[in-house]
Nanobody
């Protein structure tokens, strides 16, 4: 059974930090490109960060560049999102997404973890 389980969300003050984790099981994690998305209330789900299968290349949305860092540990089947200098506009539900190596294969999604940035 395929699972992506996010954790690490919560309430944090502006300027604070959080580290999200997404633990994968039921598929060959190292074969999948991994992404973090977020969705604020009333808004579309937006791509935040991407990491390649071996973790040798990353990409970020302009809104989080320099503040967020995506990483992965293929030995632990886990992808991380380190979020620093958090702003109220970072408040959203954060989802991890596994992108398959071949077109037509199924994408996998986690259930999401809430991040709230507020004083």
């Amino acid at each position: 059974q395929v699972q992506l389980v996010e954790s690490g969300g919560g309430l944090v003050q502006p300027g604070g930090s959080l580290r999200l984790s997404c633990a994968a099981s039921g598929f060959t994690f190292s074969n999948y490109l991994m992404k973090w998305y977020r969705q604020a209330p009333g808004k579309e789900r937006d791509l935040v960060a991407t990491i390649t299968r071996r973790g040798d290349s990353t990409n970020y949305a302009d809104s989080v560049k320099g503040r967020f860092t995506i990483s992965r540990d293929n030995a632990k089947n886990t992808v991380y999102l380190q979020m620093n200098s958090l702003k109220p506009e970072d408040t959203a539900v954060y989802y991890c997404n596994a992108v398959p190596p071949l077109t037509g294969w199924e994408h996998y999604w986690g259930q999401g973890t809430q991040v709230t940035v507020s004083s």
